[in-house]
């Protein structure tokens, strides 16, 4: 087996922790009291789990989209529930505070930042590879001063490709110089991240969290196991060492 001389890191659920659900909070709770929706938080979360699905199901068919206009379709399928259909402004409104709100509340793992400076300690290149567009993506590189660690970042937006499509692969491993044998794939989706990597040749760690499912993947069959599992960003450390001898 090659040596793991580069490693590719899904975003949410992988260096980010999915943040609690805020039953009427964020951006949710701007369109609801837009349209003085009153609902229990149980209602909100089953309709935003409906309403998101049908999102999903129409844009994880498509090899690229932007994922702005998946959220303005989650949020307009939403209102459609309760009766309303949002306009061009809302749901600018609704973009603006979903993406501060994202920002602002995204929990980065406890582990990152050592993780990846114990990584770059053994001469690993480092990337992230998000299905996210370039206004969510670079603010929180900013914040977190995460191009401290990075050699790269990449969008699916700037890749004009969405994991599991092969080109946002194929387009990071060009960015980086590096041959597929020898790049990891670390993502917590074993759809996106898992199958997407594997169809490339790939190998791939999937980082699995107790009680913590993976977004936007309802209805979507898993076509590939991971390489390695893990818990912690730490266990990568190993893993890189025992490869590489």
């Not at 890191?9 to 909070?25: E, I, K």
């Not at 229990?40 to 690229?64: D, V």
Request: hydrophobic share 35%; net charge negative; with cysteine.
């Amino acid at each position: 087996m090659s040596k793991i001389r580069g490693i590719f890191f899904d975003l949410g659920g992988t260096l980010f922790r999915y943040p609690p659900r805020r039953s009427g909070g964020g951006g949710i709770g701007y369109v609801m009291s837009r349209f003085n929706i009153e609902a229990t938080g149980e209602e909100i979360g089953a309709a935003w789990r409906r309403a998101s699905g049908k999102a999903g199901t129409h844009y994880n068919a498509q090899p690229y989209f932007l994922h702005k206009d998946l959220f303005r379709a989650s949020v307009t399928h939403f209102l459609n529930e309760f009766g309303h259909t949002p306009d061009e402004d809302l749901l600018q409104m609704f973009h603006t505070t979903q993406l501060q709100g994202m920002v602002d509340h995204l929990p980065i793992r406890d582990e990152c930042t050592r993780a990846l400076t114990a990584l770059r300690e053994r001469g690993l290149y480092l990337s992230i590879v998000s299905n996210i567009d370039d206004d969510y993506l670079d603010p929180l590189i900013e914040k977190h001063a995460l191009h401290d660690y990075l050699d790269h970042w990449t969008s699916s937006e700037e890749a004009k490709s969405c994991k599991p499509d092969a080109g946002i692969y194929h387009y990071c491993l060009d960015k980086a110089g590096l041959p597929k044998e020898e790049v990891l794939f670390v993502g917590d989706s074993l759809h996106h991240d898992v199958a997407g990597a594997a169809a490339v040749g790939m190998r791939s760690a999937r980082i699995v969290e107790e009680g913590v499912n993976t977004p936007l993947t309802d209805g979507l069959e898993a076509t590939a196991e991971p390489t390695y599992v893990i818990s912690s960003l730490d266990e990568l450390i190993p893993i890189v060492e025992q490869a590489n001898g």
